[in-house]
């Protein structure tokens, strides 16, 4: 399940993901995020690894450490190397999603766009949390293998829009 970590310079949204590696509270951004944080205490918590792989010419991979919180309405997902380095915190509520990567805040209309700016692919973060508590809940497109989901596994393949994609991830829920 390791994927290496992209490269700097392969495309934008990998640069978006690893420039910087700034710790996540360093700076006054980030507690600002942190102070005006809507994710209710009483919300799902998972935490593990996962890998991204999109086949489009060239492939594309992306792998991290993520601990996701909240729900599809609100809700937190940090993403780190497997050194320990921040890659990204996203941060979602009604009427905003913000991405902070290092030093930079970058805002998008919606949590699904805020997404495929971080991973590379328009993961359903709505149908997301419901594969990981179980649910088998239908996105167009995307077919979840919910089989190992009890051991802490979670397979969903995209296979259109083109091109295709693999997440999987491993997890544990708090």
């Known amino acids: ?7 700097l310079a392969d495309s934008g949204r990998r640069a978006l993901l690893l420039a910087g590696g ?10 600002q995020l942190a102070g005006r944080s809507s994710v209710p205490r009483s919300t799902d918590s998972w935490s593990g690894r996962m890998s991204l792989r999109i086949d489009s010419q060239p492939v594309q991979t992306f792998s991290a ?3 996701l919180r909240g ?10 190397s497997p050194i320990g380095s ?11 999603a913000l991405l902070k990567n290092g030093s930079e805040v970058r805002r998008f209309d919606s949590v ?13 973060v709505g149908a997301l949390f419901g594969w990981l ?3 088998d809940e239908r996105v167009p497109g995307w077919r979840p293998d919910l089989a190992q989901v009890a051991n802490g596994r979670l397979q969903a393949t995209r296979e259109s829009p083109g091109p295709t994609a ?8 708090s």
């Open 133 to 135: 508590a179980g649910r």
């Open 22 to 31: 700034a710790a996540l509270l360093s700076i006054a951004g980030c507690a």
């Open 112 to 124: 699904d766009a805020l997404i495929e700016a971080a991973t590379g692919a328009a993961i359903p």
């Open 65 to 67: 450490l993520f601990e």
């Open 86 to 96: 921040t890659l990204a915190q996203l941060h979602w509520s009604p009427g905003e």
């Open 166 to 173: 693999d997440l999987r991830i491993v997890f544990e829920r």
């Open 1 to 7: 399940m390791s994927v290496p970590a992209p490269r």
């Open 71 to 80: 729900s599809p309405e609100a809700g937190e997902l940090s993403l780190t």
